[in-house]
C-alpha cells in the first residue's frame, strides 16, 4: 500500500507540473521572467488545478517517505518526472521521443541515488548557523548567471538554462525547509516564526517557483523539467556537505 501511495504521489506531482506548464507555455512570451506571468496565471483554472494537484502529491510524498524506507521511497518519488513526460502526451499533445524517456529513466535515477545518498546516515546531523550558509549565496548566483545566459537566448535552450536556475534555487529551499523542520521539533512554534529561515524558505520557494514557470513559459515541457529535476538534489547536495 505504501508503495502504491508513492506511485500515486508521483503521478500527481507529474500531471500538477504538466497542467502548470501547458498554462505557462500559453502565456505571451513577453511575460518570461515578469510578475505578470505569476498575475495571468492565477486566473487559469488549468495552472490552479495544476497547483493543487501538485500540492496533494507532495502531501502524500511526506506520507510515503515516513513509511517507506528512504532507499525505496526516493526512487518511486523520482519517477515523478516520467509520469510527467508522458502525461504530456495525452493532455497537451507534445510528442515524446524514445530517447526522452529513455533519458527520464536514466536522470531520475541518478536523481533517487543522489537523494537516498544525502538522507542516509543523517541522524545526529547538527545545522549551520547563518555564518555557515555562504554556501547557499554562491548557489544563488550560480542559479543568477544560468538566469542570465537564459534570458539572452530562446526556445528551449532559454527553458532549459532557466530550468537549471530554478532547480538551484529549490535546493536552496529544500536545505531551509529542513533546517525548519528541526527547529520546529524542538523549540516552540513562535520560535519558528521568530527565526530567519522560515522567511528565508518562503522567498526561496516563491523564486523556484516563478523561475520554473518562467521556464515553462520558454518551451515545451522536456526543455525544463529535466534541467529542474537534475539541479536541485545537486544544490541540496553542496548544502548538505557545506552546512549540515
Known sequence: MNIAIALVAAALVGAGLVLQQQSAEQAPKSYFLHLRLIAELLHKRRWLA??????????????????????????????????????????????????????????????????????????????????????????????????????????????????????????????????????AGGHPFVTVLTSWPVYCLVAASVLGLWLMESSFNAAPLNASLPAITAAEPVAGIALGVGVF
Open 50 to 183: 495544476g497547483i493543487g494537484i501538485m500540492a496533494a502529491g507532495q502531501a502524500l510524498s511526506v506520507w510515503a517517505i515516513g513509511h517507506l524506507e528512504l532507499s525505496v521511497a526516493e526512487p518511486l518519488l523520482a519517477t515523478s518526472l516520467i509520469f510527467a513526460l508522458l502525461l504530456a502526451v495525452p493532455l497537451t499533445g507534445q510528442r515524446l521521443q524514445r530517447s526522452e524517456l529513455l533519458g527520464a529513466v536514466l536522470l531520475s535515477g541518478g536523481v533517487a541515488a543522489l537523494s537516498v545518498s544525502r538522507s542516509v546516515n543523517s541522524e545526529g546531523l547538527r545545522f549551520g548557523s547563518a555564518a555557515d550558509w555562504p554556501a547557499a549565496a554562491a548557489i544563488a548566483v550560480i542559479a543568477f548567471c544560468f538566469l542570465r545566459a537564459g534570458w539572452r537566448r530562446s526556445g528551449q535552450l532559454r527553458a532549459t538554462l532557466t530550468g537549471i536556475a530554478s532547480g538551484l534555487i529549490f535546493g536552496i529551499s529544500d536545505a531551509l525547509t529542513r533546517q525548519t523542520v528541526e527547529t
